[in-house]
């Protein structure tokens, strides 16, 4: 089996920032949260996977809010703040927040009764929605560049080509732009699986990138399938490790990668990411912070179960990247 670390780089905290006993509604696994700096706090939009925890049981998914003034200590809010479902909806997950010219975007998975989408919605309160795009099936994992590069919106997505890959697993990570945040095009491949060493399965975007000097700074999720592994989590077999990469692309032209670190970023290590939960051995980023001290923050999903904060050095990152 693939042992994957971290970089030296990184620097997880001693436990996890949100975990189901901070919520005040009815939850299980809370996790896969988009975090941003919006009017002066952090907010944190997280996946809520309600059921019984103990029972090993998942009824559904609603989206919770959390706010804070460190981005370390949260409170979360009452009630949940956004749930999809009727008609075709089956629900909405895996929340992602851009903040562009100080309007606040959350990018989101959507399943339907006819694929899985990725959706695009407007906020100002965190509890009411603008549903601005949705995208044809089966494309996901949006997030949005923080401003329009090239006078376009700028997303990366992770589309699920079926026949044309071998039928099996083997996703990429694209770009799209439009001019409104409703019509999108100028599809461009950015990172193809097989130029990962640490993937064998998919690759795809995590947190919305930031800006540097140096060009776009991105994590990227990375999945490598194990066949050798068994029960890991709730399920009889979990084989898929979720890591997460970092690139650098191109400022004028994000399809462009600059660099990629060709080992994980951040891997599974800890307990709450390693032995416990729903599905060990799962890193996914949602969101990425960059304070004018030069710290990074990178908010990641832990096991499909808790959610957790790692930092790092903007300047290491952009090495880790650019020099072999
Ligand atoms: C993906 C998504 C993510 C999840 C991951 C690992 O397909 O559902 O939300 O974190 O699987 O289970």
Redesign the pocket.
Known sequence: MEDFVSASVIKKLEKPVLTRFDIPYQTALT??AGVTKYNGKYVMVF?NDYGDYDAHRLDGTNLGLALSDDGINWEVQPTPCFKLEGGDYKRA??PRLTVIDGECYMCF?VDTHHGLHGGIAKTEDFYHYDILSISAPDNRNMVLFPEKVNGLYTRLERPMPVYSRGHHDRFDMWLAQSPDLKFWGNNKLVLAVENVPFANDKVGPAAPPVKTEKGWLTTFHAVYLDTTRGKHGWEDRWQ?I?TSGIALLDLEDPSKVIGMYDKPLIASEKTWEKDEGF?TD?I?PGGMILEDSGEVKIYY?AA?TVECVATADVDDLIKLCIEK
Do not use: I
Request: aromatic fraction near 30%; hydrophobic fraction near 30%.
């Open positions: 996790f896969n996946r997950y895996d998975a898929k979720y599905r799962v996914f999903g499909d």
